[in-house]
């Protein structure tokens, strides 16, 4: 079992930047492949971007590729995203989950742990 929170989220006006943080419980968080999903209003929750265990691999949607960057730190249990050039579709509650198994995925059924999420909300 593993708790995520999230924190970082808030409002920024386009082009600027936001740093999000999910804190991890436990001990096991580096045998855990991370990711970051994100849900705008009426929309489905859908794929940000992912880390191996290691930090050795990242994976990225294509909308976001060439602006946000993830992130971990074993050592303090948290993954981070960076995101930069921030546009008003990126506006949506962003959540980390964990994921237990070897491969790195995309899909959030495939995730075992889920954070309650941090709202980001970017302004034109």
């Known amino acids: 079992q593993v708790r995520l929170e999230e924190s970082g989220g808030g409002w920024v006006q386009a082009g600027g930047s936001l740093r999000l943080s999910c804190a991890a419980s436990?001990?096991?968080?580096?045998?855990?492949?991370m990711g970051w999903f994100r849900q705008a209003p009426g929309k489905e929750r859908e794929f940000v971007a992912a880390?191996?265990?290691?930090?050795?691999?990242?994976y990225y949607a294509d909308s976001v590729k060439g602006r946000f960057t993830i992130s971990r730190d074993n050592a303090k249990n948290t993954v981070y995203l960076q995101m930069n050039n921030l546009k008003p579709e990126d506006t949506a509650v962003y959540f980390c989950?964990?994921?237990?198994?070897?491969?790195?995925?995309?899909?959030?059924?495939?995730?075992?742990?889920w954070g309650q999420g941090t709202q980001v909300t970017v302004s034109s």
């Open positions: 989950a964990a994921d237990v198994a070897i491969l790195v995925h995309r899909n959030a059924i495939d995730y075992d742990y």
């Open positions: 436990g001990r096991t968080f580096s045998t855990y492949g």
């Open positions: 880390i191996s265990r290691r930090g050795g691999g990242t």
